[in-house]
């Protein structure tokens, strides 16, 4: 078998069972410092996939994620993120993991090697879908069952790993590596690995958001305003694009359910809610695209 490169032995750690906790911490985050230049490294094939990624949307399709372990909860954490921070349908970007709901809270013992289960899970994409396979050793069978799932149906696949000699590396159409090198504790790739598979989904589903119109310069314009915290972003934000006072905003606000696009073009354009959606719906709800429009027509 194949040496995983997730499960050598850091040279810089092999004492640290000896030394202060304040040495040991800082250890640890010298080890850390590594990953966001080896991510740094990646971004090009990192902004390949958001573009990908962002097509995908534009065309009805969504974005799975699919991993085992700690690769699967980071999946589907990044995916549970996604309707509250930009008012999406949560089927729109989903967080399979290898053993189902149970494995989030406590480890399923043999669920990353079971290819079937790989393929049963992936039999919800379309040849619309982007799958994401995440994986710090990438050679989990139950991704290698999701790949030939996703081949069969046309899926884009993209492989999110730490090791570049995986077989997910090997069968994914598009790879994203970022190879952290051997971790503090040797084999414990929810450590720098799993920082940088972090640090990645972050960017392709932030990425992909904002290419779709999901952002206003770097404003969370599509949050859900459900909680006392985020109202009060909602109206900060409709405050400072539309240029008006935290009151005018939150009038606006309460007039439109919270919709702070509406709310923003209600103000700029002058209109009721109903009309401002009609607005919004014209542009394909990208606020940046309406506001251009109306600066050049003299409407803002």
């Avoid at 974005?63 to 909860?73: D, E, K, N, Q, V």
């Avoid at 967080?95 to 090697?113: F, M, S």
């Avoid at 404003?219 to 009060?232: G, P, S, T």
């Avoid at 909602?234 to 694009?241: D, L, N």
Wanted: some cysteine; charged content about 25%; aromatic content about 4%.
């Amino acid at each position: 078998m194949t040496e995983v490169i997730t499960e050598y032995r850091n040279e810089n750690t092999k004492d640290i069972d000896l030394l202060s906790t304040i040495d040991m911490v800082r250890k640890m985050n010298e080890e850390d410092l590594i990953v966001a230049k080896v991510v740094g490294d990646e971004a090009a094939n990192i902004a390949a996939a958001v573009d990908m990624i962002a097509k995908a949307f534009l065309k009805g399709g969504r974005l799975f994620y699919f991993g085992a372990g700690t690769s699967g909860r980071l999946g589907v954490l990044d995916a549970s993120e996604c309707p509250p921070t930009f008012s999406v349908d949560p089927s729109m970007v989903q967080g399979v993991i290898a053993g189902g709901k149970d494995a989030l809270l406590t480890a399923v013992e043999g669920a990353e090697d079971n290819f079937s289960d790989g393929k049963r899970d992936a039999k919800v994409l379309t040849d619309k879908d982007v799958c994401v396979v995440v994986s710090a050793s990438g050679n989990p069978k139950y991704l290698l069952g999701v790949l030939e799932q996703a081949d069969e149906v046309g899926a884009v696949t993209i492989a999110v790993t730490c090791n570049s000699k995986g077989q997910i590396a090997q069968d994914a159409g598009h790879v994203i590596c970022a190879e952290v090198g051997p971790e503090v504790i040797a084999g414990s790739s929810r450590l720098k690995a799993g920082t940088a598979q972090k640090m990645i989904l972050n960017m392709l589903s932030t990425g992909a958001m904002i290419k779709i119109g999901k952002t206003y310069e770097n404003f969370m314009i599509d949050l859900k305003a459900v909680n006392e915290k985020l109202k009060d972003r909602a109206i900060r934000i409709v405050s400072q694009i539309a240029q008006v006072t935290h009151s005018e905003a939150l009038a606006s606000l309460l007039k439109c359910d919270w919709e702070i696009k509406t709310a923003i073009i209600m103000i700029t354009n002058k209109t009721d809610a109903d009309s401002a959606r009609l607005e919004l719906k014209k542009f394909g709800g990208v606020l940046r695209r309406l506001l251009n429009s109306s600066e050049k027509t003299g409407g803002v």
